[in-house]
């Protein structure tokens, strides 16, 4: 295998793929499968698990214990707090084995971090900067820049580019942009 040789892979984990970016770092325990890709600038945290199908952008970073399946996507910029479980099958039986091709995927558009022990629902997209909340179980799309939390996660409330929850006059206490909802659906626009 011939990795770019500024990749760092623990001598205690398992990269099996040679699609993985320059300046990624493997650490412990972590597996990566062959066919998997992952970007440039990545950080894969011990004991996560990324199936051979599954596709993540640059500056990602796959904390402890994270499961990543086949069909899954992750776009650039996204934090993925720990033990983080995807979902690739909505109706799985043993007894009728589906084919890479079969499953159903989910994509996490950029720079949308999903906090610790949430799980992601297969046939989902999650909105380019929005967030779901620790434990949150997402089982269908979010806006882009929408805060979900819960089981069923739901729709809190907005949150700006820099990770700070927006009240409701969507004014940023923390860095002071200003946005307005979008008339033609979901989501906000940036003044």
């Not at 199936?51 to 640059?58: L, Q």
Request: aromatic letters at 6%; one cysteine or more; a negative charge.
């Amino acid at each position: 295998m011939s990795l770019d040789p500024s990749v760092f892979v623990h001598p205690n984990a398992l990269c099996e793929s040679e699609n993985v970016g320059a300046r990624t770092r493997v650490w412990a325990f972590a597996h990566i499968m062959p066919g998997a890709v992952v970007g440039e600038d990545c950080n894969v945290c011990d004991h996560a698990f990324i199936e051979g199908g599954a596709r993540i952008g640059d500056r990602v970073t796959v904390k402890n214990s994270v499961l990543l399946w086949d069909g899954v996507t992750v776009e650039d910029e996204v934090f993925l707090g720990p033990n983080v479980v995807f979902t690739n099958d909505l109706d799985p039986r043993v007894a009728f084995k589906k084919t890479p091709d079969q499953f159903t995927p989910t994509l996490v558009r950029r720079a949308a971090p999903i906090g610790a022990n949430a799980t992601i629902v297969c046939a989902v997209t999650i909105g380019e900067q929005a967030m779901a909340g620790a434990g949150a179980v997402v089982t269908k799309d979010v806006a882009a820049q929408a805060l979900v939390l819960g089981n069923p996660a739901r729709q809190s409330s907005w949150v700006c580019v820099c990770g700070a929850r927006l009240g409701d006059d969507l004014i940023c206490a923390r860095c002071g942009r200003r946005y307005r909802a979008r008339a033609e659906g979901p989501g906000l626009t940036p003044l």
